[in-house]
């Protein structure tokens, strides 16, 4: 499966169906997705915490699993996001790996600050 595939797929499965470019940022559908992103992240962060704190870092397979569910939900709403502001989540993609390879290539890609 490609990610524009994924996304689509995923925008199916909103609750709010698809209104790609047709709602507000401060609107319920979109405000819900940002929190949603936010929360899923934490719990990603959450978890990671807890493999440190509570077995040395040292990750079990139970535990890489419940991560990888995770990190699906947080690219979920990733693709849904995406598509609300009308882009593919194949170009985001592409625009993210673009920066990371020119800031590769011109030797900042552990420098400080987000235009460099």
Known sequence: MNLNDYQARAVSTDSFGDVAGQVSV?????????LGLV????????????ILRNDGGIM?????????KELGDVLWYI???SKYLNFDLEEIGERNL???MDRKDRGVITSKGDNR
């Open 26 to 34: 401060a609107e319920m559908a979109f405000m819900t997705k940002v």
């Open 60 to 68: 079990n397979e139970d535990q890489r699993q419940e991560l990888a």
């Open 39 to 50: 929360g899923e992240s934490g719990e990603v962060a959450e978890k990671f915490k807890k």
């Open 98 to 100: 673009n920066k990371l």
């Open 79 to 81: 693709a849904v996001l």
